[in-house]
C-alpha cells in the first residue's frame, strides 16, 4: 500500500527521506502556550501515527488539544506556542528542530490544512483559480500559465464546474468555496491534509457533499486524512481509526470499528453516550457533569478523575500509562493497568 501510494506523488520525497519509514509518527509531542500566570499545556504527551492512505478522526472537547496538535505538525502556532518537547516524524524526519524556513519545504507540499470558515479567508478581488495557482507557482516554481493549469484541474477534481472557473469568491455559494479551499490544499500534491472542522459552517446536505469528495479524493489520490470534528457519526463513516483527547492527552485510540463498539475509557464511553447513536434506539442525551482541567496546573493524575464515577484512589496521583491491547486499541486509564 505504502509503496503503490508514494509511486503516485507527483513529486520527489524530502531528500532525507526514508522510503521505508512509517507516513507519520507523532511522539509524546508537547506543545504549550506561554500565558502571564503560566504554562498551558494544551497538548501534554501525545503521541499516535498516520499510515499512507488512512484517515484518523481527531476528538474530544471543546479545549482538548484538537487543533494545536494539527497546527504542531508543521508548527503553525500563534506566536505564544511552543512545542516544549517530543517529535513528529515525517517520513522519518523530524520537523522539530527545524527552522522555520527549513519548515517552508513541508508546510502545505506535504501537510496541508482545510480550517472551519476557510471558505471566508479567500481574497474577494482575487478569482479564485488564481488564487489557487499562486501556492504552484511560488511554492514548486512552475510557471504561471502551468500553474493556471494546474489551478483548472484542481477545481474540476473537487467538482467546481468549468464555467465557473473565472469566478470571484462572492459568486461561489459557501459548499463551492469551501470546495475550492481544499483544492488549494491539494495544490502542492500533499501526503497529509488535515481538516480543521472543514464542514462545521456549512448546511447538513453540503456537509454531506464535502465529505464526500474528501473520501473520494483519498481513494483516488492515495491522500492521508487528519479530520478534527465533534461530529462523531462523521468519524463512524470516514475515518479507519479515531483519537480521543482529554486535557490535551490521549484518552483511547484505535479502529473505529473497535472503539465506538466497545469504548474503554470512562471518557470515550461518555463522549459517545453525550452522542445521539445513530446505531441505537436510544436518543437520549447523556451530558458530562463537571468541566475540563485548568491547563496551567491539570491534576498530577489522570486528568479525568475530578469528572470520572470510577476513579479510584490511584487515578488522583498517579499519570495513568498507556496499555495496548491486541485489537489495535491503546487505552490510557488505571481501570486497564497501573504503573507498579
Ligand atoms: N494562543 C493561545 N494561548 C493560550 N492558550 C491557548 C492558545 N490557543 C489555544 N489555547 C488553549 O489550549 C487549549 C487547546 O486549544 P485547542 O484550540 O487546541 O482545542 P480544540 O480541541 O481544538 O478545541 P475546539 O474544539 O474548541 O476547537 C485550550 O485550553 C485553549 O484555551
Ligand atoms: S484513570 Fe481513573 S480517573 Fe482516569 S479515567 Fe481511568 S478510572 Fe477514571
Ligand atoms: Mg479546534
Not at 511522539?27 to 498516520?50: E, I, M, P, Y
Request: net charge neutral; hydrophobic share 40%.
Amino acid at each position: 500500500m505504502t509503496a503503490e501510494i508514494r509511486g503516485r506523488r507527483q513529486w520527489p520525497l524530502p531528500k532525507q527521506a526514508d522510503p521505508a519509514a512509517p507516513l507519520l509518527r507523532v511522539n509524546n509531542l508537547q506543545t504549550h502556550f506561554q500565558l502571564g500566570r503560566g504554562w498551558v499545556k494544551a497538548v501534554d504527551g501525545v503521541s499516535f501515527g498516520l499510515d499512507d492512505g488512512e484517515a484518523l478522526g481527531l476528538v474530544g472537547e471543546s479545549g482538548c488539544g484538537k487543533t494545536t496538535t494539527a497546527l504542531s505538525l508543521v508548527r503553525l502556532l500563534p506566536s505564544n506556542g511552543r512545542i516544549r518537547g517530543g517529535s513528529v516524524e515525517l517520513f522519518g524526519i523530524d520537523l522539530v528542530p527545524k527552522t522555520d524556513r527549513q519548515l517552508d519545504r513541508y508546510r502545505w507540499r506535504e501537510i496541508s490544512i482545510v480550517f472551519q470558515g476557510a471558505m471566508n479567508a479567500l481574497n474577494p478581488v482575487v478569482q479564485v483559480r488564481r488564487q489557487i495557482a499562486e501556492p504552484v507557482q511560488y511554492r514548486l516554481n512552475q510557471s504561471e500559465s502551468a500553474s493556471l493549469k494546474r489551478a483548472d484541474e484542481l477545481l474540476d477534481m473537487v467538482g467546481i464546474p468549468s464555467r465557473r472557473l473565472g469566478a470571484y469568491p462572492h459568486e461561489l455559494s459557501g459548499g463551492m468555496r469551501q470546495r475550492a479551499m481544499i483544492a488549494m490544499a491539494l495544490a502542492c500534491d500533499p501526503a497529509i491534509v488535515i481538516g480543521d472542522e472543514p464542514t462545521t459552517a456549512l448546511d447538513a446536505m453540503v456537509q454531506a457533499q464535502i465529505l464526500v469528495l474528501l473520501e473520494q479524493l483519498r481513494r483516488d489520490l492515495g491522500l492521508s486524512l487528519i479530520l478534527i470534528t465533534h461530529d462523531l457519526s462523521v468519524v463512524a463513516e470516514t475515518c479507519d481509526r479515531v483519537l480521543v483527547m482529554y486535557a490535551g492527552r490521549v484518552a483511547e485510540e484505535g479502529p473505529v470499528s473497535r472503539v465506538f463498539t466497545e469504548p474503554r475509557h470512562p471518557y470515550t464511553r461518555k463522549l459517545l453516550g453525550a452522542f445521539p447513536n445513530i446505531r441505537s434506539d436510544r436518543r437520549t442525551l447523556e451530558t458530562i457533569p463537571g468541566e475540563p482541567p485548568d491547563l496551567v496546573n491539570p491534576p498530577a493524575g489522570c486528568r479525568f478523575a475530578p469528572r470520572c464515577a470510577q476513579a479510584m484512589p490511584v487515578c488522583a496521583g498517579t499519570l495513568p500509562p498507556e496499555v495496548s491491547f491486541d485489537d489495535g486499541v491503546r487505552v490510557a486509564c488505571h481501570l486497564f493497568g497501573t504503573t507498579a
